[in-house]
């Protein structure tokens, strides 16, 4: 399998310099992935008055700094920020465990407190239980969580010194389904990695979004179907390539795949086959030709704001954030697109009504719910 992700080998390297450096975890100072965020920003603070030591923290060993989605947008915003504000590189770090445990990732957070860092961004839900305790353990720390909220035991609290970011995912996934079958495509597949809520209103949002499609194109019952289910992680694994490559031969032609790492089993697969991947969180199109349009999250957009904030005296802290269409928080990434039927006029035209609440997609996270709707679009539970 080739990937056209060129700073994959960069990025490994740099990880087993990063592994020497630590016992509960590894730290180290990470040159980014090539932004790819086309973004006007301004240097709103003279760098010289800016106290910002950031610590991007990985939640597992496999969790890499190219990841080409979770870690690898953050990073993006972090660079921007670095980069807009005239900052030494060494004012960002990446932090990664030895293991994927509550434990270590809390030992992670204190070893990144304790030399320097004054800012952690914390990537994802593996931080919930984490956070819950550190936003006390650390109060003079600033912590922005991405995708999640500090949570135990179905408790949510934010403290003054969280920024707890959340994506409108479902209209993401939703995107993703209406311009796909807009394109043409009848026979889909979405592979989530995990059932955690993010991935899940990803799914749910597709569904919505092919039958939205199928409506507006006067399909009928059952033209359009959807094989849908989850992978059991966000690891790549040859076993996701097995499945992947039976849906592609028995007629699926195109594969949702919101799985993080796991993507790149799907994306081997369909290069074998000669089929298509929608891609997830970040622009994948550099991770390989078969990947058609990325379902995107404004992760550049939201770490880059909330630093800018924090350095304006304007941080937002101790509340849950959402960004969605009408903030340009989600998206498709129209302008490296592989469509060819699917125009910007129509992405403009579907993206305004979501932005405006004209079309509201449901964010629930049972799937019943999002099947009652469903009249025409065939979906598939495997």
């Known amino acids: 399998m080739e990937?056209?992700?060129?700073?994959?080998?960069?990025?490994?390297?740099?990880?087993?310099i990063i592994a020497a450096c630590g016992n509960n975890g590894d730290a180290g100072n990470a040159d980014p992935p090539a932004n790819q965020a086309d973004q006007n920003q301004?240097?709103?603070?003279?760098?010289?008055?800016?106290?910002?030591?950031?610590?991007?923290?990985?939640?597992s060993p496999?969790?890499?700094?190219?990841?080409g989605s979770f870690n690898q947008g953050a990073w993006y915003g972090i660079d921007d920020f670095i980069t807009t504000h005239n900052l030494p590189t060494s004012n960002a770090r990446?932090?990664?465990?030895?293991?994927?445990?509550?434990?270590v990732r809390l030992d992670l957070i204190e070893e990144a407190v304790n030399t320097g860092s004054n800012v952690l961004i914390l990537p994802g839900h593996h931080f919930e239980a984490v956070l819950y305790d550190?936003?006390?353990i650390?109060?003079?720390?600033?912590?922005?969580l991405l995708d999640a909220s500090p949570r135990r035991d179905d408790v949510v609290r934010v403290e003054s010194n969280v920024a707890a970011i959340h994506y409108a995912e479902e209209q993401a996934g939703f995107l993703a389904g209406y311009a796909a079958v807009l394109e043409g495509y009848r026979q889909l597949g979405f592979?989530?990695?995990l059932a955690v809520p993010a991935v899940v209103r990803?799914?749910?949002g597709f569904i919505q979004g092919a039958e939205h499609a199928a409506a507006s194109l006067g399909l009928a019952t059952g033209e359009v179907v959807i094989n849908y289910m989850y992978l059991g992680g966000f690891a790549p694994e040859p076993a996701h390539t097995t499945t992947a490559a039976a849906w592609f031969a028995s007629g699926t032609e195109v594969i949702f795949a919101a799985a993080g790492g796991a993507g790149a089993s799907v994306m081997s697969a369909a290069e074998s086959a000669n089929a298509a991947v929608i891609g997830v969180d970040v622009d994948q199109s550099h991770l390989s030709d078969t990947v058609v349009i990325s379902a995107v999250k404004g992760l550049a957009v939201s770490v880059y704001d909330m630093l800018t904030d924090l350095v304006n005296n304007n941080f937002d802290g101790g509340r849950e954030h959402r960004f969605d269409a009408s903030i340009d928080g989600v998206g498709l990434t129209m302008n490296t697109s592989l469509f060819t039927t699917f125009t910007q006029q129509q992405y403009e035209s579907v993206f305004s009504t979501l932005a405006t609440n004209e079309i509201e997609v449901n964010p629930s996270l049972e799937i019943g719910a999002i099947l009652e709707m469903v009249t025409l679009v065939t979906v598939n539970e495997l």
């Open 42 to 59: 301004s240097n709103d603070v003279d760098s010289s008055d800016i106290d910002v030591h950031i610590a991007l923290i990985s939640h």
């Open 138 to 144: 650390f109060p003079d720390t600033t912590f922005i």
């Open 191 to 193: 592979m989530g990695g």
């Open 94 to 103: 990446f932090f990664i465990p030895h293991e994927g445990s509550d434990e």
């Open 202 to 204: 990803f799914g749910h």
């Open 3 to 16: 990937f056209k992700n060129f700073k994959f080998i960069i990025a490994l390297a740099l990880l087993v």
């Open 62 to 67: 496999e969790s890499i700094l190219d990841d």
């Open 134 to 136: 550190a936003q006390d």
